[in-house]
């Protein structure tokens, strides 16, 4: 199998010739990793690890910073505030365990009514040139071609402020659904873009949008299905008409919602976080393994960067073995590989995964 029949068929829930992988790390994580290998971080990196999936996506075509947390940074004030283009500011954080963008101001936190969105300067479609995107994707047509999108609650709530958003949702629900859809009003028509400029050589399409933590949901299964759900079935059903997959990110315990995400047409649930709330694998693979495909799923908390290198092979192929079973698992961390992972345990992934000795 190539990578793209691969994954394919783990989503089909049919048997592979082994399971397929994906990788996302820190920067200073894949910069140890490929010195290890003795390899470059990019493509490199990636064949060596046997990952199956490829991104591609548009580049932005404004002046923009090089910091930046998901959406570029269009400008950088005197006190080093990074505002993407949503407005929303992020003050860079270098700590011992990693360099990270931190979360710092909300540029409409004041919002009193929703008519004054009218005047807010939204992001553009037109702002990114998707003129790169077909020869990428068909540079990559052995792989699992994969294309992003943001997705609504969190920027939401980032741009009106956390407390107030929720209160919005649960006391201003028209103001809250005015914000939403003037994000989701940019979301589609960029998603759309990019599907279209792909020429059919786009696979899946991911959404981002963290709605759960540690212990459960941040809103209740009741708020999410009335306001996030029919939205994302909206842009599950823009991806699906274009012919791609869709992938669903959000880390924490959505355990009381995957129901949901596969009446939607959601094909896959992405980083699988294993010690949140209700996310034991096999309960997972239980109730949902055969309706949905994992991809993630080797504990970064507490595993990864804390055991040996013989038992994060163990638990890497007893996490196989369990959301694996029959297809259905794209094995990868469950979240990014942070800086406090050893080089070792990661490699002893992949290893595991490829059936080599690391």
């Known amino acids: 199998m190539n990578s793209k029949e691969r994954v394919g068929a783990a989503i089909r829930h049919e048997a592979t010739d082994r399971v397929p992988v994906d990788y996302y790390a820190r920067e200073e994580v894949s910069e ?10 990019g493509e490199a990196l990636r064949e060596r690890l046997g990952v199956d999936l490829r991104f591609v996506g548009p580049r932005f075509a404004r002046e923009s910073a090089r910091l930046c947390y998901a959406d570029p940074t269009v400008e950088v004030t005197r006190e080093g505030i990074h505002r993407d283009i949503w407005g929303v500011g992020f003050r860079p954080n270098k700590t011992v365990a990693g360099f990270y963008m931190d979360f710092a101001e909300s540029p409409l936190n004041g919002l009193e009514s929703a008519a004054e969105l009218d005047d807010y ?21 052995d792989y699992w071609v994969w294309a992003h999108s943001r997705g609504i609650f969190e920027i939401a709530w980032m741009t009106r402020g956390f407390d107030a958003f929720l209160l ?10 005015a914000l939403m859809d003037r994000i989701q009003k940019y979301l589609f028509e960029r998603t759309q873009r990019i599907l279209e400029a792909g020429e059919g050589f786009i696979d ?9 933590g540690q212990n459960g949901l941040i809103i209740s299964p009741s708020m999410w299905r009335e306001h996030l759900k029919p939205r994302m079935d909206a842009f599950v059903k823009l991806c699906k008409g ?30 699988v976080q294993t010690l ?16 949905i495909t994992f991809n993630g799923g080797v504990d970064t908390q507490e595993l990864l960067p804390k055991a040996t290198a013989d038992e994060v ?41 490829l059936g080599q000795h690391a």
């Open 204 to 212: 899946m399409v991911e959404y981002n949008d963290d709605v759960g």
């Open 276 to 291: 949140a709330e209700g996310m034991e694998p096999g309960g997972l693979k239980r109730d949902f393994g055969e309706r």
């Open 121 to 141: 300067p939204w992001p553009q479609a037109d702002w990114w040139d998707y003129s790169n995107v077909a020869r990428d994707a068909k540079g990559g047509s």
């Open 32 to 41: 140890r990793l490929a010195e290890r290998l003795g390899v470059d971080k």
């Open 168 to 177: 919005d949702l649960a006391i201003e629900p028209e103001r809250a659904a």
């Open 242 to 271: 274009r012919g791609a997959k869709v992938r669903y990110h959000s880390c924490g315990g959505i355990r009381p919602i995957i129901g949901d995400l596969i009446e939607i047409g959601v094909d896959v649930l992405n980083p």
């Open 313 to 353: 092979k163990r638990e890497t192929r007893r996490l196989i073995e369990t959301l694996g079973q029959g297809g259905g698992l794209i094995l990868a961390p469950s979240h990014v590989f942070q800086a406090d992972v050893p080089v070792e345990n990661v490699i002893a992934v992949y290893a595991t995964a």
